[in-house]
């Protein structure tokens, strides 16, 4: 075995080479550990049921249809003939002034290839891993599963099949349940070795349909527990995914791309001369812990978000009128709200769903959507004369969309235009007896969205769009060789006119939200400027997801809602309003009817948010909590620090029965209070970090330390 090194930055990316077999595989180790490859033991078992310990493995793990299937078919594709006939020909590496690119190319007798590239960026902390398949075999191949990537033999500093040392982490999704954290080790899975350790075993896991984090984060990170190595993963997939987490003998295999034949229905043809492309992965190594290996992967999104219109830059403040008019907007309203609001320094107050024309009959306010006309009896003059008027008060004016479907009451939603909405089985897809999907794929569709959505929001002078999504496709639709090629298609299309948006309206600042975080996956947060980070708009458990949510996405791109009403108390405004420092600030609620003391306490908000915005977008974040997790019934409390050179932001929330007090750690240094929001906290620092005294339940605070 040979090995090709690559130092990079505070990690290493080593490629093993077997010249014997040809076969080929990568690991990314921390800077300084060596690996234990050369003092593991060669076979399991005895006579006649003897079989590799180990081998070197894949860069990935592909299947066509046409091949013996993998010994662990039902439970894995992984393993089979295809993946085995690979064989190493070339790597080939690429520098610029800020990036490193290296392509490793292997094929097969057969005639097919494999693609696959590493990209890194300077200074950061992981890599992007792009898998492409070519088909040179003289005939059409059909793929069955195609990995985006695979992180083989893990963990490389085990000499054995280390009983009780590996662990698999993983974050759940859910309707306003995002990001709950969830570990398992390998006995917990059940994937500890049995007396015949010759057949691989899996734990695949995913989600299917068009809502991406419907079950699950497209994540996974596994953990060597004797020696604290984290390798984290993340898949930029917004249609169906899956993660598998492999024992093939005394080694594991974390990969994940595309959901497979087997978990997603998908299977792809590829002729003779062509190609495909498997979605991008993110891969990272910490040793420092789970949510540095987590925020080592977000910290490769943030050059992305700075390719996003200029004013983000500065993490404004929003306000969305949702939970103020809730579905019934109108002009004289939004201009009340923008007199009000002109004095807070808010960048974009946005008008949600009920703006466009329905049904007379519908009291839905997202009932006939799909037109696109604007209520003539909401907003007579149309939005531009009142973008106009936000423009001279500071503001820009967003409106709200869903424009991948239609609803009932639409003109589009009819029968005349059903050829150009997705079908499964030949029959319309619609969910919730209200919504069909436009095909993407078909050019009449994205000409009609051309006109209906770029054309209206350049016409009307829009700056910000908030782009909803409320419904899942499912596992798949028609129009291609599997339900599941046809779903990924669809999905691609969709993120091609997003692509176009961003050509066509540079400037504008684009929201994406699915029911909340149905898409917080790297495909659709690279394209937009932020996300929704939940449906969650009145509820206590807002700070309980909102910090769930930091190892996960960018706290720049966490929209995370802050409503105000004169029914709440002042702890309770103050508890709301401290949420919002966990993310990007969105006010909503009725403020024009708030007493001077609460709208005191909303303008002193803003001002910390403003203090604060610097760490929220480049900061660090650790969570301390010594809270229950069901959220709907929180008890305890947690505090989250986010630090950014001698800065740190601290937020805190208490829970109901908060009795204990808190305690967490703060880097080396000497720290004190430089500002405050919120609550009176009672806090102590001291040179092994800070505990909190709780006084009441549901209290929030906001902390700016320095270091002296």
Known sequence: MTYKDYPLGNFLLRYLIDPASGHVSMVLLPAGLESCYEERRETLGKPP??????????????????HPQSPGAGGTLKYGYSTEALRYVKQEKWESQNKLSITTILKAEEGYWVEHTVEYTLGESGVEVSTRFLNQSGRTLRLDLLTSFSLDNLSPFQRDDAPEKIKLHRFRGGWSLEGKHTE?????????????????????????????????????????????????????????????FTRDGDCFSLSGGLADREFGGWSKEIPDGGSFLAPKAFLSVSADGLWDACQYLTGMFQKYADLQPEPEAELPILFNEWCTTWGSPSHSEI?????????????????????SKKPVE????QAGNGDWEID??????????????????GMSLGVWMEFEVTTKGAYVHGSPFDSLHLTRNGTLIQTGNIRRFWDFRHPEVIEYLKEKVIGFLRSQEIRYLKVDYNGSIGAGCDGAESPGEGLRAQMEAVLTFFRLIRRELPDLVIENCASGG??????????????????AHECSEIPYIAANLHPLILPRQSQIWAVISKELSLREVQYRLTSAMLGRFCLSGNILEL???????VKQAAEFYRQAKDIIKCGRSLLFRNSTNNQHHLRGAQALTRQSGDEILLVYHSFDQPSKDLQGLLPAGTWTVKSQFGADCRIKLNPEGFVIYPQQAFEGAALLLSRI
């Open 518 to 535: 149905h898409r917080l996956e790297p495909s659709m947060m690279t394209l937009t400027a932020m996300s929704s980070f939940s449906d």
């Open 595 to 601: 007493e001077d003391e609460k709208w005191e306490t």
């Open 49 to 66: 049921n003897v079989c590799s310990a180990w081998s070197v493995g894949s860069l990935c793990h592909l299947s066509l249809s046409h």
């Open 184 to 244: 398992d080790t390998v006995e917990d899975l059940n994937l500890e070795p049995s007396w015949y350790r010759c057949f691989p075993e899996s734990e695949r896991y995913g989600v299917l349909g068009s809502h991406p984090v419907k079950r699950w984060f497209p994540f996974g990170c596994v953990e060597d527990m004797e020696h604290h190595i984290f390798w984290s993963a993340q898949v930029a997939s917004n249609s169906s995914w899956q993660m598998e």
């Open 376 to 393: 003539p009896d909401k907003f007579p003059e149309g939005f531009r004369p009142l973008s106009l008027e936000l423009e001279s008060l």
């Open 335 to 355: 201009t009340a709200l923008a007199h009000k609001l002109q004095p807070l320094g808010i960048s974009y107050l946005v008008i949600d769903a009920g703006w």
């Open 362 to 365: 519908s009291t839905d306010p």
